[in-house]
């Protein structure tokens, strides 16, 4: 009885401290030093968002504060947990806990687990007492801010299995030269230290591999630069994740990460590794790796290897790839046909040149598909229709963009209906585009720019609620602009540039438009119709870019309500009326002003506040009048476009007023308005200008020496004024100049020489029309890169040089490149231009200026023969020597110039016959070699035949297109050529029989002549153009 009431007593009462044990936590408190310590931890904190208000002495049991959880049993505090809120999130700054720790927490003797991440500690180094939790075994400190030397002291923590010191995506300016203090922390299995600088911590991976425990090690943006290719011994081979992006090692592919074969996640992006891989690893490595499930290895060369990737794409398993920018070319998109798992794959700006497979639209768990920038071609039509085929697709994210695909748009495509990205820009995509893509709901970025899509907008577009970038520019869309698309309430971004849309824009179009900061749609045929005049839109645009829209004939007065406006452009809108005032207060933050090829009248402004530094305007092509103010050179402006106006006046007080430094003024184009007086010599402050085009003014005296010395300045253009006086040598000699255009002034002496003994970068001289003289200098021969060189109507004088074949772009033996004088992308570009005169016209050149070569010294007095050398310039296509006192015969060498269209070799006194070799000048369109003294057939080809009379009168010539037949029968080229050698022999004795007689015979006459070679090249050049004179007016009257 007794035993049996013990051992009833016994049950009952372990059953009551079961009942006891179990209802401690519901009444037991924290301890006491340890609610004390954490009130001082809480007192040293700022806590603007109050996340620690639980936190009170009136509170006693600490185990109940937020983020605090106790032992059940000895209520001692184990874990905290102070996380703090997404730094991305606006509001995360005023959520953060801020200061500094105290060490306080010292008295948390028992703590397991300790979350301070995602805060702002200012700055503080991480505490070295962190190091004295004996029991810590995880600590995460990443993203809060701590700044300063890693202490060792973290080292002595040998119970931790998780480390997070992670200072985010980005390289910080924290360096840790060691990471020694890691080798005892055995048991560690998450390491993240990402951010820090590891760069001198030279022993990093020795370190690792001593963690044989370790299954996540994060290591991105450490600027790690070196790594050993092998490792013998490989102690973390339980590694589930390995993180080394954005450490640039620029070496060879370690081979020790392919052994890592429990791998789950690899990202390597941006590492620089290279190849060759050895076949072993190659293949067998990645074939190996069957738990990889998320490949990330952008910007790695050792991929674009055949092996690699074969061993690659034997993974089923994969769910994530990303091989983008690793110059990839095999053909791989067809073996992507088994990986059923995928959902998402990059292999975006790589070098993959194959017809896109249809079987990619089978992968119907695909969510991210990105081949956007390589060489795919294909129909795109058929991909899409198999992806609309998916029972459920789950596409998200689409892009083809820069390949050369083409194809349309199927009805179904709005069978994707969970898309938030579709890009196919920069294709050849035709058609139209289907009303299904309304069914696109949670659709951000449509992207279709850049295809030959025809047709109108559907009206469904108003039904896209999610969408916030439409991109549809430069396309064939024609008919008008959807109303629906004022539905777009979302929308921040609409270009629609450079398209065939007509029709009204009314109010209507943007009646729920209040997100929308750009509108790009110039180069339309589009009429802004408005109902009221005062109206207001419901935007406020950062860029508004109308250009080619009908918006006149009055000053649209709601741009005045747009004050956040960078980029302006209603260039081309039919506006005929005064700029109003309030134009140049309404805006502060102007960098790109456009408003050219408008009717605008009124006077320039001396306050220019509106523009941000390096701004770019264009005010050319209006009615703008008086002077140009000292204020534009203070404005910081980087291209400033006046010309074609009304403007007059000095340039003085622009050039010259209130400069007390360097201005940032790049192109400067005055040209074709009424400026007069001198060009003021005030360019010391202006080093950074690259254009000046100060042509078609009233410009009087001398080019200042100084222009010459602007080390930037690429083109100087100052044609058709009243410039005088000599040539200065400084712009022959300049580094950087490409053009030089002087035409139609009235400078005078003689063509300086080039001194400085190097080559230029001159590609065109135009000296045209002015009163130079003297001979052609043999240091023209050194513009080595001369592609335009205009000489004419001068009174040069001498005889041709032989060296012009020292012109490497005319003689064929270097391509030219068109001459980008400034660009900046989607805003403006100036290209070298230029007026030539050729086949008798004038005709401008700008985009295809650097085609043209042209070698023109006509209009001169010039004497002496065509030197041969001259035909050796194989690139030539334009060559004018006509109106000189050229003699001899025309060079046999002639038809090498293949590529000739243009040439005149009239009003000379040529003589012989015309080479049957220009038989084969098959380009030639215009040839005039009238008023000669050429005798003979000419040649026969279905190219000289083709010419008028006109060409050839003037001379003893016969045969097609002329009436005169000839006597002698027809014989070919080859044939003709021979002759002429014989014919030339025969004629030797008779020639120096007749030169022999008349020195005899009018020695006494003529002998001044003879000794002085300047008066017989003058008297006979001038008796000769007068008898051409009487021959013309002869020729006309009959």
């Not at 905290?80 to 995360?92: F, K, S, V």
């Not at 009124?602 to 305007?617: H, Q």
């Not at 050179?633 to 010309?643: H, K, P, R, W």
Request: some cysteine.
């Amino acid at each position: 009885m007794k035993t049996s009431s013990l051992f009833f007593l016994l049950i009952i009462s372990s059953l009551c401290i079961n009942c006891l044990s179990n209802t401690i936590p519901k009444w037991v408190l924290c301890v006491d030093n340890e609610r004390l310590a954490l009130l001082q931890f809480k007192k040293d904190l700022i806590d603007d968002s109050n996340r620690l208000s639980s936190w009170s002495s009136s509170n006693v049991d600490c185990c109940k504060w937020a983020g605090i959880v106790c032992d059940n049993f000895t209520g001692h505090v184990q874990e905290l947990h102070l996380q703090g809120p997404d730094p991305l999130l606006e509001e995360a700054s005023t959520r953060m806990l801020a200061r500094n720790i105290n060490p306080s927490l010292l008295s948390l003797k028992q703590l397991k687990y300790l979350d301070l991440s995602c805060n702002d500690f200012q700055a503080t180094e991480i505490p070295s007492f962190l190091g004295s939790f004996r029991y810590l075994r995880y600590l995460n400190l990443s993203m809060s801010q701590f700044y300063g030397r890693v202490p060792h002291q973290l080292g002595n923590l040998t119970m931790l299995t998780s480390l997070d010191l992670g200072n985010g995506p980005w390289l910080s300016n924290v360096p840790v030269n060691s990471l020694h203090w890691l080798s005892g922390l055995r048991l560690l299995q998450h390491l993240d230290m990402s951010g820090y600088d590891l760069n001198r911590a030279s022993d990093w991976i020795q370190v690792i591999n001593n963690l044989p425990s370790l299954v996540e090690l994060h290591l991105p943006s450490c600027n790690l630069t070196q790594i050993p290719n092998h490792l013998s011994e490989l102690n973390f081979t339980s590694l589930t994740v390995l993180d080394l992006s954005y450490n640039i090692f620029n070496s060879l592919m370690p081979t020790w990460i392919f052994r890592l074969n429990k791998l789950v996640s690899l990202d390597l992006t941006r590492c620089l590794f290279y190849g060759p891989v050895p076949p072993n690893f190659g293949v067998s490595g990645f074939h190996n790796m069957t738990n990889l499930k998320i490949l990330r290895v952008p910007e790695n060369d050792f991929m674009n290897s055949s092996s690699v990737l074969n061993g690659l794409l034997s993974l089923t398993n994969l769910v994530s790839i990303d091989i983008s920018t690793c110059n990839l070319s095999p053909s791989i998109l067809g073996s992507f046909q088994n990986m059923s798992s995928l959902v998402s794959i990059d292999l975006s700006q790589n070098l993959i040149t194959e017809v896109l497979p249809d079987s990619i639209g089978n992968l119907c768990n695909l969510r991210y598909v990105d081949l956007r920038s390589n060489h795919i071609i294909g129909n795109v039509s058929v991909l899409l229709n198999n992806l609309c085929d998916c029972d459920s697709p789950k596409l998200e994210y689409l892009a083809f963009s820069a390949n050369r695909l083409f194809g349309h748009l199927p009805d179904q495509l709005g069978h994707l209906k969970n898309l938030i990205t579709f890009d196919v820009a920069f294709n050849f995509i035709s058609g139209t585009v289907p009303d299904s893509i309304g069914k696109w709901s949670s659709l951000k970025e449509l992207m279709l720019n850049v295809n030959l899509i025809s047709g109108s907008l559907p009206n469904t577009i108003g039904n896209l609620t999610s969408l916030n970038k439409l991109e549809i520019s430069f396309n064939k869309f024609n008919g008008s602009l959807p109303v629906s698309i004022g539905k777009l309430q979302k929308l921040e971004y609409l270009s629609v540039h450079h398209n065939l849309l007509t029709g009204d824009v009314t109010e209507d179009h943007f009646a729920n438009l209040t997100s929308l900061t750009t509108l790009w749609a110039e180069t339309n045929t589009l009429t802004l119709k408005l109902s009221v005049d005062n109206w207001v839109p419901p935007f406020n645009l950062d860029v508004l870019r109308i250009g080619y829209w009908n918006l006149g004939p009055r000053f649209p007065s709601w741009l005045r309500s747009q004050g956040n406006l960078t980029d302006l452009d209603i260039a081309n809108s039919g506006i005929s009326d005064a700029m109003p005032s309030w134009f140049w207060i309404s805006f502060s933050n102007i960098v790109f002003l456009n408003i050219s090829n408008n009717g605008i009248r009124g006077r320039l402004v001396g306050n220019l506040s509106i523009l941000e530094p390096n701004a770019v305007v264009d005010l050319s092509n209006n009615l703008f009048e008086g002077p140009i103010f000292g204020q534009y050179n203070e404005a910081g402006i980087a291209l400033l476009d006046l010309s074609n106006n009304n403007l007059s006046g000095s340039l003085e007080d622009f050039l010259c007023s209130k400069l007390e430094q360097d201005t940032q003024l790049k192109v400067l184009d005055l040209s074709s308005n009424k400026l007069i007086g001198v060009i003021p010599d005030c360019w010391m402050n202006w080093q950074a200008l690259s254009v000046v085009n100060l042509g078609n003014n009233n410009l009087s005296g001398r080019i200042p020496h100084s222009v010459g010395n602007l080390s930037s300045l690429q083109s100087f253009n100052v044609r058709s004024n009243r410039l005088s006086g000599q040539l200065p040598a400084s712009l022959l000699n300049s580094k950087s100049l490409q053009i030089i255009e002087l035409s139609e002034n009235e400078l005078t002496g003689r063509i300086p020489l080039l001194i400085n003994g190097e080559d230029t970068k001159l590609k065109l001289l135009s000296l045209r029309s002015n009163k130079l003289e003297g001979q052609l200098p043999n240091e023209l021969c050194r513009l080595t890169l001369i592609q335009i060189l205009d000489l004419a109507h001068n009174n040069l004088s001498g005889t041709l040089p032989t060296c012009f074949v020292n012109f490497s772009i005319m003689s064929g033996k270097q391509q030219s490149s068109v001459i980008v004088l400034y660009d900046v992308p989607f805003q403006v570009q100036v290209i070298g231009s230029a007026l030539l005169v050729t086949k008798g016209r004038e005709f401008e050149y700008s985009t295809i200026l650097y085609l043209v070569t042209t070698l023109d010294l006509s209009g001169n007095k010039l004497t002496g023969s065509i030197p041969k050398e001259v035909t050796g310039l194989l690139g030539l296509r334009w060559l004018n020597l006509s109106g000189n006192c050229l003699t001899g015969k025309i060079p046999d060498e002639i038809g090498k110039m293949t590529l000739l269209e243009s040439l005149d070799l009239s009003v000379n006194r040529l003589d012989g016959k015309i080479p049957w070799s220009m038989s084969r000048l098959t380009t030639l369109n215009w040839l005039n070699v009238s008023f000669n003294k050429f005798t003979g057939q000419i040649p026969m080809s279905t190219q000289l035949q083709s010419f008028n009379e006109s060409s050839f009168m003037g001379n003893e010539l016969c045969g097609p297109p002329l009436a005169k037949l000839c006597i002698n029968k027809t014989v070919s080229p080859d044939e003709g050529e021979q002759n002429d050698d014989e014919s030339d022999q025969l004629k030797w004795g008779f020639v120096i029989s007749i030169v022999l007689g008349f020195i005899i015979g009018f020695w006494g006459v003529v002998g001044p002549l003879i000794a002085s070679k300047l008066w017989r090249s003058a008297y006979f050049c001038f008796l000769y153009k007068m008898w051409l004179k009487i021959r013309i007016m002869y020729h006309v009257i009959t």
